[in-house]
């Protein structure tokens, strides 16, 4: 088979086209004409539509009522819905989640969006006797915890107000972000410095880190470790924050590697 590693491998090639097709337009994030595929191809138009009408038969694209541009079809949807995601995250992540809760001593946590909250999916404990709980399987909101910026990061003030609605965010603690626009600021800050803080946004007295997970430029999960404030002081912040990016980082190229 052909892989990235060794092109010269045997592929089929009509089938890589139909692949590549669908890439094509599932990243032109509207409708695409055959003149448009068949450009970016470097194949004739009759060529172009011949695939593009096989991939609607089954279902990949899809024609808009009265027009003849291409967008991706229902099937595709349905294989993304059965596909679980978190799952390989959890296999590729799990390694690095262990590392950095022994680099840092601390609880760390894998973490991916849930709708409005944000899901832990894995977590891995510190030597200490005394260290946060593992949260594997809880829903907590996306506008308090470091998990839930982390993944918000890439958001403007507009997508925060789609996804989290025009109503006050809910206070939890004294610290709170219970506004879009704070919200807004806090994302941009995330950007600059790579890492997200809770700083006893969720929960009195615990403090978090987290970083976003990236794959192909988007969000879609983040890692980070809790501690109890008197363990995770503002001076420690720069140290695990970069750390924390470092394995989120890691964990992203795994994915791409994996693909």
């Not at 892989?3 to 890589?16: E, M, V």
């Not at 809910?170 to 704070?182: D, L």
């Not at 983040?222 to 970069?242: K, N, Q, T, W």
Request: glycine share 8%.
């Amino acid at each position: 088979m052909q892989t990235k590693d060794n092109p010269r491998a045997p592929y089929i090639q009509s089938l890589d086209r139909g692949l590549e097709i669908l890439q094509l337009v599932g990243r032109s994030k509207r409708s695409i004409s055959i003149a448009e595929l068949a450009d970016l191809l470097g194949i004739d138009r009759s060529s172009a539509f011949r695939f593009a009408v096989t991939l609607r038969r089954r279902g990949f694209l899809s024609c808009q009522p009265g027009k003849k541009d291409f967008l991706l079809g229902p099937s595709m949807w349905a294989l993304a819905r059965e596909y679980d995601w978190s799952k390989l995250l959890v296999d590729i992540a799990h390694p690095d989640l262990s590392l950095l809760a022994t680099q840092i001593n601390e609880t760390a946590h894998l973490a991916v969006r849930e709708g409005k909250s944000v899901l832990f999916i894995d977590s891995a404990h510190a030597s200490r006797v005394i260290a946060a709980v593992g949260r594997t399987g809880e829903l907590h909101p996306l506008h308090c915890t470091a998990h839930g910026k982390a993944i918000l990061a890439d958001a403007d003030e507009g997508e925060l107000r789609a996804l989290l609605g025009l109503s006050p965010l809910r206070k939890y603690t004294k610290n709170t972000i219970t506004t879009i626009g704070a919200l807004a600021e806090n994302c941009a800050a995330i950007q600059e410095m790579g890492y997200a803080i809770d700083d006893s946004e969720h929960a009195e007295d615990l403090r978090c880190i987290a970083a976003p997970i990236r794959f192909n430029n988007h969000v879609i999960g983040s890692i980070g470790i809790s501690a109890p404030v008197s363990r995770l002081p503002d001076s420690l912040y720069s140290e695990y924050g970069e750390k924390v990016c470092v394995i989120a980082n890691k964990i992203g190229g795994l994915l791409r590697n994996s693909e």
